[in-house]
T-cell receptor, first 111, second 113 residues
C-alpha cells in the first residue's frame, strides 16, 4: 500500500519568514496530492491540492510543487503570519479517492 | 462545499460497550469515508462507505469491530464495537466534493474508560 512520509515533524519560523514542508510517497499510481491545515480541536481543512499532471500550483501565499519522478511534493508558505500556526498534513490519493496521510507538521509562527 | 455534521460530537464510554457515530451531509455525495485520528497523530483511513453495498475496509480494520452503514447518498454510520481504551480517538467522516477533493466532518471525540 501507499506510504507517505512527511518532514519536518515540527517547524518554528519567525513571522514574515517562509516555511517549507516536504512529503514523499511510494506508490506511483497516486495521482492527487492535497494539503490540509488542522487547528487545535478542529477538523482538517483543505488548503491547496495538486494533481499529478501539474508541477506547481499557487494560491496567494501558499504554493505546492510536485516532482513525480522523485515522488515528492512540498508545501511552501511565504510571509508567514501567526494565524498560519497549526498542524499541516500532506496526503496522497488514488483513483478510488482513498487518501493516505503523512504524519503531520506542527508549524509555529512566532510574532 | 457540502455541509457535513456528525453526532455525537463527543462521548465517554465504558469498555466493552459500542457507540454508533452518525455522519450527515446536506447534499448527495457518491463517496463517503471514515477516518480515525488517535491523540496527537495523523489520520488513518478506516473504510470507504459504499451506498447499497458493504463498506470496503483498509488493512487492520475489520467489519466486526467497525460496522458501517450507508443507507443513502447523504448519510452514513460507523459503529465502534466492544470498545477498549485503545479505541479512544477522534473519528471523522469525509465526503468527496468533486473529482478528487475530500471535505471532513467536525469529528467525534471518543474516550473509552
Amino acid at each position: 500500500g501507499e506510504n507517505v512520509e512527511q518532514h519536518p515533524s515540527t517547524l518554528s519560523v519567525q513571522e514574515g519568514d517562509s516555511a517549507v514542508i516536504k512529503c514523499t510517497y511510494s506508490d506511483s499510481a497516486s495521482n492527487y496530492f492535497p494539503w490540509y491545515k488542522q487547528e487545535l480541536g478542529k477538523r482538517p481543512q483543505l488548503i491547496i491540492d495538486i494533481r499529478s499532471n501539474v508541477g506547481e500550483k499557487k494560491d496567494q501565499r501558499i504554493a505546492v510543487t510536485l516532482n513525480k519522478t522523485a515522488k515528492h511534493f512540498s508545501l511552501h508558505i511565504t510571509e508567514t503570519q501567526p494565524e498560519d500556526s497549526a498542524v499541516y498534513f500532506c496526503a496522497a490519493g488514488d483513483n478510488f479517492n482513498k487518501f493516505y496521510f503523512g504524519s503531520g507538521t506542527k508549524l509555529n509562527v512566532k510574532p | 462545499s457540502a455541509v457535513i455534521s456528525q453526532k455525537p460530537s463527543r462521548d465517554i464510554c465504558q469498555r466493552g460497550t459500542s457507540l454508533t457515530i452518525q455522519c450527515q451531509v446536506d447534499s448527495q455525495v457518491t463517496m463517503m469515508f471514515w477516518y480515525r485520528q488517535q491523540p496527537g497523530q495523523s489520520l488513518t483511513l478506516i473504510a470507504t462507505a459504499n451506498q447499497g453495498s458493504e463498506a470496503t475496509y483498509e488493512s487492520g480494520f475489520v467489519i466486526d469491530k467497525f460496522p458501517i452503514s450507508r443507507p443513502n447518498l447523504t448519510f452514513s454510520t460507523l459503529t465502534v464495537s466492544n470498545m477498549s481504551p485503545e479505541d479512544s480517538s477522534i473519528y471523522l467522516c469525509s465526503v468527496a466534493g468533486g473529482t478528487y477533493e475530500q471535505y471532513f466532518g467536525p469529528g467525534t471525540r471518543l474516550t473509552v474508560t
